[in-house]
């Protein structure tokens, strides 16, 4: 009698433990179902930064690191490509980092982790367009990033060949 009872016991207990387990992964575990979101590939324009006449200088980040990016700009509608490129995105690298002041600390291995672009386009003097860049391999587009760039080459209102 207490045998069949204690073996009635452990299989009630062997089922719940199952119809839990069953549970968890129909919810998803820990994540809720969803993926881990990856970061959104975006651009930013760094032409000022760049101190260089009639260049439009952008850069990006969160691209599939070492990844092709395929650069596309377009007229200010986004209807008509102006101009194209394949560039490709940055390694992760590692590097050591040390503390200032540290004497002989040993530094500490530090990871890059890599997916970002910075790519020049010249010949956009005058041109209101828009430019925005695909990961290959994600295949998401970044954000669309305006360009109002006009170079007044050197003889305009401000006689300095840079951007108004």
Known sequence: MIRSLIRSLRRRIH????????????????????AAAAPVPSLVDVSATTQTPALFTVTGAGFT?????????YDQMGTKLIETRWVTASLTTSTMRYPPRAGIHPGEMVTIPGGDLRQAFAGLCGAAAMIRALDEQTAVWSNWLPVHFACDGGDGPNRTGRPY
């Open 65 to 73: 690191a070492g990844g092709r990016v395929y650069l596309a700009v």
């Open 15 to 34: 089922l719940i433990g199952v119809l839990v387990l069953l549970g968890l992964l129909a919810l998803g575990g820990a994540t809720g179902g969803r």
